[in-house]
């Protein structure tokens, strides 16, 4: 893998991860490493879902991947919120 292939599933981990963030209501106490793991996790795993479903090679955008990737990295978000609210009871 190239620098640039690195740095752009960086950015794309962020944003993905930051998206699963806004979907999940409340406050998470999450760090932006920790998001940015999920992020890039969710969308790994989502474009592989989506690659399985048949619905990752389209015209135009992609939505169902995306909506794929970021509702994984919700659940990620929210997976990782509670187990590190019960960390510090």
């Known amino acids: 893998?190239?620098?640039t292939g690195l740095i752009s599933a960086?950015?794309?981990?962020?944003?993905?991860?930051?998206?699963?963030?806004l979907v999940v209501p409340g406050k998470q106490h999450l760090s932006m490493v920790m998001t940015l793991l999920?992020?890039?996790a969710a969308a790994l795993l989502g474009t592989?879902?989506?690659s399985v479903l048949g619905v990752s090679?389209?015209?135009g955008p992609d939505w169902l991947e995306m909506?794929?990737?970021?509702?994984?990295?919700?659940?990620g978000v929210t997976t990782l919120a509670r187990s590190r609210t019960r960390q510090f009871r």
């Open 38 to 40: 999920v992020g890039v």
């Open 10 to 21: 960086l950015v794309i981990g962020l944003v993905i991860g930051g998206l699963g963030r």
């Open 1 to 3: 893998m190239e620098i």
């Open 67 to 75: 909506a794929l990737q970021v509702g994984l990295a919700g659940v």
């Open 57 to 59: 090679d389209t015209s």
């Open 48 to 50: 592989f879902a989506a």
